[in-house]
């Protein structure tokens, strides 16, 4: 399993924006869809954003539909997610995940977190009102 790093998380007021990164020191993932999950005090770990291993196709929730853009370079073996228009219930610790699987093209439906199999530590993003 590749071993993920995820940065950029921090405090910041409602309106604000964050860049999360997720890298992979010596490991590459660029054959893999990448995934940021969102985990909120007492809640379930949810999707956030997908993008396919080329980064032609993404995958949004609802709720950060128009305010998050997920990206990926893969020369840099880098994924990023930038956050804007921050809310409160943003806030939540934000997981970086990479597909078990290669060369996914898109998803039918919403991304299954049974789909991903490699998972960094987390970084919170806390949202003030």
């Known amino acids: 399993q590749v071993q993920l790093v995820e940065s950029g998380g921090g405090l910041v007021q409602a309106g604000g924006s964050l860049r999360l990164s997720c890298a992979a020191p010596?490991?590459?993932?660029?054959?893999?869809?990448m995934g940021w999950f969102r985990q909120a005090p007492g809640k379930e770990r949810d999707i956030v954003a997908a993008?396919?291993?080329?980064?032609?196709?993404?995958y949004y929730a609802d709720s950060v539909k128009g305010r998050f853009t997920i990206s990926r370079d893969n020369a840099k073996n880098t994924v990023y997610l930038q956050m804007n228009s921050l809310k409160p219930e943003d806030t939540g610790v934000y997981y970086c995940a990479a597909d078990k699987s290669y060369f996914r093209q898109y998803w039918s439906g919403s991304p299954l977190i049974g789909d991903f199999g490699s998972w960094g530590q987390g970084t919170q993003v806390t949202v003030s009102s």
């Open positions: 010596g490991r590459t993932f660029s054959n893999s869809a």
């Open positions: 993008i396919n291993w080329r980064g032609g196709s993404k």
